[in-house]
């Protein structure tokens, strides 16, 4: 697959539901689970992927973000990186600028190369954060706020270190249980005032928090195991998510999402759905 012919504009992005531009994916032309890295591939592991579902529904998704306006463009797949097909995690884009992420697996260690490469390519402004593990399946932005997952994957350091950089930002960290590989699996914002949330994963300190600024609409475990909180807001109340998980997309819709179900079974074996498969670049 290659990169969208439309050139790739500046960094920009400020919410996680503002309208979504430009988008950076991988296809999953390598998936595999190689090192088991979190509890849903637990469970798939001896069952594993098969690649040529993984590609048919990553291409049915990528086909119906072209189909609501999105502009895409890809990172070359590699045999060297078997989980490279979530993008999101590998960086992260606030305000205008890129942020690479340092990958806590082994199994995922070398994939930021390869976007630094990319976005040096394009032209697209990035900073590095060395030293300190942070993923962007921990980072979500809306407007002058930063939520940061501390998970076995983002640490506190790193949090400290990314508020030196965004003086003009709040970082607002939220403790999660490590059982769970991200943020993004726990937690996701909606639009200015509605967020998606699986409470038994967070402090009752930060449900608390989260509750004063959103209505959190309760994700239930079992489609929290089949990523029911990891879905896509493209703007104008625009949302992807899994036929599978019933119980929230009627939820999304009592709220007024449109709700584009996308079939992304294969994919998610390996622990992750829509948001993990997408890095924006551009919203707005």
């Not at 990523?227 to 703007?235: A, E, F, H, K, R």
Request: charged share 25%; net charge negative.
């Amino acid at each position: 697959m290659s990169t969208h012919a439309k050139p790739v504009p500046a960094a920009d992005c400020r919410s996680e539901y503002d309208t979504l531009r430009h988008v950076l994916l991988c296809p999953p032309r390598f998936m595999e689970i190689r090192d088991v890295i979190n509890d849903v591939q637990k469970r798939y592991k001896e069952e594993n992927i098969d690649v040529t579902e993984a590609l048919r529904q990553h291409n049915a998704f990528v086909e119906a973000l072209v189909a609501e306006g999105v502009d895409t463009a890809f990172l070359e797949a590699s045999e060297e990186y078997p989980e490279q097909v979530f993008t999101r995690d590998i960086g992260f884009t606030i305000g205008d600028t890129v942020f690479i992420s340092e990958m806590a697996a082994n199994v995922r260690q070398g994939e930021e190369q390869v976007l630094q490469t990319w976005l040096a390519e394009k032209g697209v402004r990035f900073k590095h954060l060395p030293g300190h593990r942070i993923e962007g399946g921990d980072v979500m932005v809306d407007h002058d706020t930063v939520f940061i997952g501390i998970s076995s994957r983002t640490s506190e350091q790193a949090i400290e270190e990314l508020q030196r950089h965004m003086p003009n930002f709040r970082v607002i960290p939220i403790q999660l249980n490590e059982k769970y590989l991200h943020l993004d699996c726990v937690f996701n914002i909606l639009s200015p005032t509605e967020a998606l949330i699986f409470p038994e994963a967070l402090e009752q300190t930060s449900i608390d928090m989260l509750s004063e600024r959103y209505t959190l609409i309760p994700v239930e475990s079992d489609e929290q195991f089949k990523l029911g909180t990891n879905v896509l807001s493209i703007g104008d109340r625009r949302v992807f998510s899994q036929p599978q998980n019933t119980k929230v997309n009627k939820q999304l819709r009592e709220h007024g999402f449109r709700v584009i179900e996308t079939d992304f079974s294969e994919i998610i074996k390996s622990g992750g759905a829509f948001r993990c498969c997408t890095m924006p670049v551009a919203r707005g």
